[in-house]
Structure formats: C-alpha cells, structure tokens
C-alpha cells in the first residue's frame, strides 16, 4: 500500500510544485526583505540603512518539535512520549527511520521558496534543544556539554535557503533543557524530571547553547535575531494556584536567566537583536522590564481573542513607556477572517508578526499534510488505547505520514494565504477557480469567491474568540477552505465536497467567465430536511430568482436538482450569488445550461 501511494505522489509532484510556486494570486506588499543586519531603533526595527522593517513571518511549528495537536493525538502528547509509545508498537529502529524521514521532509528549500513567493520576508525556526546538545542527565562528564552536529545542520541549511531569498532567519527556542513551562507540549516537557526553572545545570545548559548558537552565527546578517525563550509559563510567586504564571509580580527567575543568556551571547555577538517574551505564554511582563540591552525587541503571542485596538492596547502602551519594539512571536491557527483581522490591526500599529504554524493535519495554516488510513488507527489508538494496530501498519501509516510532511504531497491552502497577504489590504475578491462558463458547466458550491466575509461570502460564524468571552468556530466542517462559510466532506466521492449548516441571510458569491451572453438555467443540487428552506440568485447584485423553494428531500444529506431558470448572463465577468432566504439547506453544486 505504501509503495504505490508514494508512486501515485511522484506522479503529481510536478503539479504540485507548480502550484506552491504559482504567483498569479498572491501578492507580496513588502517586496524583497531588508538585507543587512536589523536593530532596534526606538521603537522600530530598522534595516542597517535605517529603514523600517516589518517583519512578514511564519514558524516552522512541528518541524524539530511535535506537538501532540500538529499530529491529531491529543492524549499523553508530549513529544518524547509521543515517541516511546511509537517505540512500543513498532521498535526503536523504525520509530527513528521515521523521525529522521519527518525531519528530511518537513522543511526543504522548496518551502521556503515558496513562502517568499507567496509574500513572507522570515521565518521563525522553533528549536528543540536535543537536536543541538545533550540532555543533562545524559552528559557523559556532568556539567559538560556535548555538541550534536544535526540540529546545527539543520539550521545552516535553513539559514542557506532564507539567505538564497533575502528573508530573514529568527531562532526560537521553544523547548529548552529541562523544559520552561507547565503547558508541557510546548516545550517537550518531561514532569518527572527536573525543570528549567528546578535545575541550575538546565539554566547553565540553556546559556551555553545560546553562547553557541551566537558564536556561530554572529557574523550572518540574514539571522534576524535571537528569541531567546519561547512562552515560558511559570508560576513562581504561587506555584499552586498560578502554575502559568499569568498572575506573576516579579517574574524574578526568568528575568535573571534572559540576563545571563543576554550576557552570555553578547560575550561573542555584538550585532543581532535578542527578543524577549514574558511569562504566561509571552504576554506577562510585570517586572521584567526595563530592558537591559540596547538591541532588544519584545515579542507577545497572539490567539483567540477580538482583533480591536483594545486587544494591542497593553503592548502599544508598553512600546511607548519604555522605547523598545514590539513584535507578534506567534498568532494564528483560526480562520481567514481572524488572520485577516489580526494582520490588519498589527500593521496599521507597525507591529510585525509571524504565523503559526506552515504546516499540520489540519486546513488553519497554509499547508495541510494529508494523513492516510493506518497512520488515523494510530493516533486513534494512541488518543483511546483502544483497537492497537499492528506494527507493520504502524510502520506503514507513519512512513507515509512523513512522506506527505513534503510539500509536494500537502494540500496547499491558497484560501489561507491569500487571507494572509492580500485580504488585509482590499475588499476586492478574486476567482476561486477560473470558471469559464460553457454548456453543463459544473461549479462546486465551496469554491466560492476569495475575499473577506461580506464580499466573497456571507456567514454569522466566521471565527473563533473564545478567549474575549464570544464562541465561534468559523468553517464547521475544518475541512477544503479555512472561511466562515460550512463545508464537509461527501462520503459517496471522491475528493467531494458541499456547504452545510447554511442559516438565514447567509450567501456564497462565484465569479465566472461567460463567453456567449444570453439566458442561461442554473441546476442546484440541495438537501433539506425543512419545508421553509428558500434562496435566491442575484447576478450582478440583481435579483433574478427570488425566493426558490428548497424541497424537503428526506435529509441534509438526500440530494435533489431543482432548477433556476431565466438567469441573464452577460458576456466576460458575471458574479452569482446564492443567498439563503431562510436556511436549513445544504448546497452540492451549480450547473449552468445555455438557453434553458
């Protein structure tokens, strides 16, 4: 089975490629990145010519760190754990042939190529610690360090493709020796073992790496800077009652460390910016700052919440009292309209931002890897401890996940970066697909217009806000496009798609090309378990067919084709708009037909 999947994948790798290069849809609104070291100035971050730089970015989440989510396990998910139940269901040797294949594959130069296509000018390169040197516990000399060549390997090579783009590089380290936080996943977290925060041979661990990293890097202008400790979440002051620190005065531990590590990169880098981030998550300042280096810029992270002036508010005022920059670490994982929020509200107030992450099972971010049968009773059986699969479909579901991490093989979501780098800026909607109209043309109901909602498509859901108090999920279905808009899978076909849970007021807009003007009829394909369901078809913004009974076919998921008639097409550009008088339909497609 996994043979001939992986035949099948070279098979499209061309077409593959040629759609992560493609840039006929997105637009890059920095054009070429900043060459020459970046600084703080104030509260900028200027090139070496003094220019301000707003830094377009994306982190490599998953890539030399797995957490659980990125791989649908959400039980016992920490990495290393992750790892040794691997072990325990196909052995040691198998489970390293596929973190070394996921390694390989996960990010290669055709990713980054392809993000400085699509408009990033960096990327942040979230960082394992064990890649680059041993765990302290396992130090042959205790107190010594032990340098391992791959993770520096990986990073000259990341570094060598961010240079061949003129984007910059920043260093994150997201999971340090012994671990900086009690969210675990985030930093590969071992509970049973001493902390960052419990083990002085961890912090001097932690310093050393950075004098490492600083020393070998320190003469390379397209490193952008040093984060120097992803969201540490610490409860200090009340370790019981605040275990993430969100609620810390003094934040004492983790200030002195960045010192030190501050101090220790300065020894050998005199010239790169060093980036901060505070407790609870990179959001908890309180006595941290002043700033004790005069290259210093902090970072904040950024999820679920409004996207209004109130939610930068704190960090704007932050800037202002003590001169520094700001930058937006992280942010992300929610729908188009969030993203597309969240990036407007962050460079209107000259904050740069990099996204969270490239890639995952999943549609949030701009590439999906695809997952396969073996590789789901895995993670099912890993979430449940139920239905243990065998070691050779372990193998096998796992290889061909590591497989699929290549670009080539995910799902690129255009949906996703066109609301990155083009929605932000206009109102202006695009074709999802080409749409040349001819006789029993089939357009399928989810590849409505790109755009903003209420402009491409009109939903009430469109994302989510639980951490400002206001549920939301935007796309239900998570899968094919990252809108308000509902979309799930149809069962009965391949690779077959249709718009659900569609509510009163709700609307899905198509442009299309139309060669030969004249009266057309429109076939939809509904279902509906409601005698009320109603819809209109406006062309142009005029109503042409007002208020179409939906028939009642027996369920959501029974099909039926009605019929619109009389719908005038104009020659070149139309845009049709099927709007939901009242609800409770699904839609499968339309279906234009010359002269009927």
Not at 227 to 243: M, S
Not at 447 to 453: A, E, I, S, V
Request: with cysteine; net charge positive; charged share 25%.
């Amino acid at each position: 089975m996994l043979t001939s999947l992986i035949k099948n994948i070279k098979l499209n790798a061309g077409i593959k490629v040629l759609l992560a290069a493609a840039p006929a849809l997105f637009i890059s609104l920095q054009g070429n990145a900043q060459t020459g070291f970046l600084k703080a100035d104030g509260k900028k971050i200027v090139d070496e010519k003094g220019q301000n730089v707003l830094l377009r970015g994306m982190g490599l989440g998953g890539w030399m760190l797995q957490e659980g989510y990125m791989l649908h396990i959400n039980k016992d998910s920490r990495q290393y754990r992750i790892r040794e139940r691997l072990e325990e269901l196909m052995g040691p040797a198998e489970t390293k042939e596929f973190y070394d294949t996921w390694l390989a594959n996960n990010t290669r130069k055709i990713d980054v190529d392809s993000m400085k296509r699509w408009g990033f000018n960096s990327i942040r390169l979230p960082m394992h610690y064990n890649l680059y040197t041993l765990p302290v516990d396992k130090e042959p000399v205790a107190g010594q360090n032990t340098w391992l060549d791959k993770g520096f390997k990986m990073t000259d090579d990341l570094l060598a493709w961010c240079k061949a783009n003129h984007m910059y590089l920043i260093l994150d380290l997201h999971a340090t020796p012994g671990g900086q936080g009690n969210d675990l996943n985030i930093s590969d977290r071992d509970p049973d073992k001493p902390s960052l925060w419990d083990s002085e041979a961890n912090k001097q661990k932690t310093i050393a790496l950075w004098r490492k990293l600083a020393e070998r890097y320190k003469n390379e202008p397209n490193i952008g800077a040093y984060d120097i400790i992803n969201e540490p979440n610490w409860g200090f002051d009340d370790p019981q009652n605040d275990k993430n620190g969100l609620k810390e005065k003094t934040n004492g531990p983790l200030r002195k460390l960045m010192v030190d590590i501050t101090a220790a990169i300065r020894e050998v880098d005199k010239k790169h910016i060093i980036i901060i981030e505070g407790n609870g998550w990179g959001n908890n300042y309180n006595s941290i700052l002043p700033q004790w280096d005069k290259n210093m810029v902090l970072s904040f992270h950024k999820y679920w919440n409004f996207n209004d002036q109130k939610s930068v508010e704190h960090i704007v005022k932050t800037r202002d009292q003590y001169n520094i920059p700001v930058w937006l670490g992280e942010t992300g994982e929610n729908s188009n309209t969030w993203i597309t929020e969240a990036i407007g509200l962050l460079e209107k107030n000259n904050i740069g931002w990099s996204l969270w992450p490239l890639k995952k099972l999943g549609n949030n971010n701009p590439m999906e890897i695809r997952s396969n049968l073996n590789y789901d009773d895995v993670a099912r059986y890993l979430n449940t401890g139920k239905h243990k699969p065998n070691e050779s479909n372990t193998y096998s579901g796992t290889l061909e996940l590591a497989t699929y991490a290549k670009l080539e093989n995910t799902i690129i979501h255009h949906d996703v970066i066109d609301a990155i780098f083009r929605q932000p800026h206009t109102t202006v909607t695009r074709p999802f697909k080409a749409n040349k109209i001819g006789n029993g043309t089939v357009i399928n109901a989810v590849d409505y217009d790109l755009g903003r909602n209420g402009y491409a498509y009109f939903d009430t859901d469109t994302a989510d806000y639980h951490t400002s108090g206001k549920p939301g999920v935007g796309n239900k279905g998570h899968v094919y496009r990252n809108d308000g808009v509902d979309i799930s899978k149809d069962s009965t076909q391949y690779n077959s798609y249709y718009v659900d849970h569609i509510e009163t007021g709700e609307w899905t807009q198509y442009t299309i090309q139309v060669k030969t003007p004249g009266v057309y009829s429109i076939s939809l394909k509904v279902a509906s378990a409601t005698d009320d369901a109603k819809l209109s078809v406006l062309v142009n913004n005029t109503t042409q067919a007002k208020e179409v009974a939906v028939p009642n076919t027996g369920g959501l998921k029974k099909w039926q084709v009605i019929a619109v008639k009389n719908i005038v097409l104009k020659a070149g550009a139309n845009k049709i708009k099927v709007l939901a008088n009242n609800g409770g339909y699904n839609l499968h497609y339309l279906q234009f037909w010359k002269g009927k």
